[in-house]
């Protein structure tokens, strides 16, 4: 067992870090010991997806060539921890690969990720997977090639797990799934601390990219062709505040506006607490930015919202959610809801009912409350899992009832859709998103991969539409 532990930091590491990381991808390309294949799963939110292609990016570019099956020369599980099956899939998955790395003994075992950040997770792995090769966490993710050429160099465990964050590093390679639309880390962690999250504890406190850095890698993104552009934070609207010069998300989303070649810009995720008029009104003038708010509610009752630490009560959600119905006509409003809070009562979920009904939200994730251990919530008062199964499965069949009401007014209409990809069981299909981040269905070729389709609604499901490309319509 080897645990490395970080070098202290000094001024301008983020760039020299960057540049030792490249040099030392250099020498694994030569290196006959590298990876010649990898398998890669992502688990979990945006974030994660994100930092999955910075991992892709990497092992692209020592020369390494992703495969299907976790059974080849690597195999790198990019976790997440903010429910508890989550993590229960990765150590089933441990369990299988524990045989498979019998009969391939050369396979390397990489996890990272969020889970990875909780002590009690690295002590299990510890114990008893260790067959794992190389653990790292969240905030030191661009150490990868290092820390890779490590674990070729030696046969113990190696773990590499930082519990601050340090300064942010820009410019590693980075592989995007699309060429034509692309996700841009706006900033990093997150302070609110609500009771039941495990997310600050596994990503640290807010930090904000330099705006400066933010808009280069976002033009050179449009020049080599991305249309759209998705911000990612955990709570975009604190965006700016700990940097030197601070400036708002409002100010941001502007600069991002203006820079030729993007066509529609969406971003996640927002925090009621924190949402200013400056915002909505950014959203109400600045035509790229895509009618589209996913607004996290949580519950609807005061009491479980404060409980939770959220800052804002029914009221206000709903005052927010007015305001930008008035400043973008027909914008399209999604959100987060767990069922099954601590002391979640029945009157405390009419009430989530009761938002859901006036808000009418065209999607919602939903979840069943799951006790992620050190936060507050898990040591409150638990609800019996029945009434919570009850309640979630009542909140479903509303969330459907609405969709299927709200998609409806879209039959015959025509929508912009920028097409993504091939439809999974039909090839002759094509699925994309609207600006409104519908989800449409529609005949057409892979050659309209990557460009913005016109295409008329002509069936609507609660989740989804079905159209024809307009000029095709007899
Ligand atoms: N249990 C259930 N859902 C959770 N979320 C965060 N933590 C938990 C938890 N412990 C949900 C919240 C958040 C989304 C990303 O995940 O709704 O907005
Ligand atoms: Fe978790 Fe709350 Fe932060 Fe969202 S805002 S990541 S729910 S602590």
């Known amino acids: 067992m080897q645990a490395i532990n970080p070098r202290p930091l000094y001024e301008n590491e983020g760039t020299e870090q960057a540049a030792f990381q490249r040099a030392v991808i250099e020498q694994l390309k030569s290196d006959p010991r590298r990876p010649k294949s990898f398998y890669l799963s992502t688990m979990g939110c945006q974030m994660n997806a994100r930092d999955s292609e910075k991992l892709k990016g990497i092992l692209l570019s020592i020369g390494a060539r992703e495969v299907p099956e ?33 009969k391939n003994p050369g396979m390397k075992i990489v996890l990272c990720g969020c889970m990875m950040q909780e002590d009690t997770v690295i002590e299990k792995i510890k114990k008893s997977y260790p067959e794992v090769d190389l653990i790292f966490g969240t905030y030191n993710l661009y150490r990868f090639p290092e820390l890779l050429q490590t674990v070729l160099e030696t046969k113990d465990q190696i773990i590499d797990i930082w519990d601050k964050q340090q300064e942010i590093v820009e410019d590693l390679p980075s592989v995007r799934k699309y060429s034509f639309k692309a996700s841009v880390n706006i900033m990093y962690g997150c302070d609110n601390f609500c009771t039941y999250c495990i ?61 030729d070649g993007i066509e529609r810009i ?24 895509c009618p589209h708010f996913h607004l996290p509610l949580q519950s609807g009752s005061d009491r479980l919202l404060k ?39 029945r009157e405390d979920f009419l009430e989530t009912l009761k938002v859901v009904r006036e808000v009418r939200f065209d999607g919602a994730f939903t979840f069943i409350y799951s006790p992620r251990i050190g936060t507050p919530a898990a040591r409150m008062q638990q609800v019996p899992e029945e009434e919570s199964k009850k309640n979630f499965a009542e909140l479903l069949k509303v969330l459907e009832e609405i969709g299927e009401e709200n998609n409806r007014q879209w ?36 050659r309209l991969i990557g460009q913005m389709v016109e295409v008329t609604i002509t069936e609507t499901t609660p989740f989804y539409l079905i159209g024809k490309q307009k000029n095709l319509l007899d």
């Open 70 to 102: 976790d059974q080849e020369d690597l195999v790198i599980y990019n976790t997440c921890c903010i429910r508890e099956n989550a993590e229960q899939k990765v150590y089933g998955r441990l369990g299988y690969l524990k045989s498979v790395k019998r």
């Open 199 to 259: 997310v600050p504890y596994v990503r640290g406190r807010e930090r904000s990219r330099e705006p400066e850095n933010i808009v280069a890698e976002i033009k050179s993104l449009a020049e080599s062709g991305v249309k759209e552009i998705q911000l990612l934070g955990q709570n975009v609207n604190s965006y700016g505040k700990g940097l030197e010069n601070p400036i708002s998300f409002a100010k941001l989303l502007e600069m991002v506006h203006q820079i």
């Open 266 to 289: 969406r971003f996640m995720t927002s925090h009621p607490k924190d949402l200013s008029d400056e915002l909505i009104e950014a959203m109400g003038k600045l035509p790229k930015v």
């Open 307 to 345: 409980a939770m630490n959220r800052h804002y009560d029914q009221e206000k959600y709903l005052n927010i959610v007015r305001k930008l119905k008035e400043t973008v006509p027909g914008i399209s409003l999604t959100t987060d809801i767990i069922v099954g809070f601590p002391t979640e009562t």
């Open 411 to 446: 039959l015959g209409r025509t929508v912009l859709v920028l097409a993504e990809e091939q439809s999974k069981n039909d090839s002759t299909m094509l699925s994309g998103r609207t600006p409104h981040n519908q989800l449409v269905h529609f005949v057409g070729g892979p």
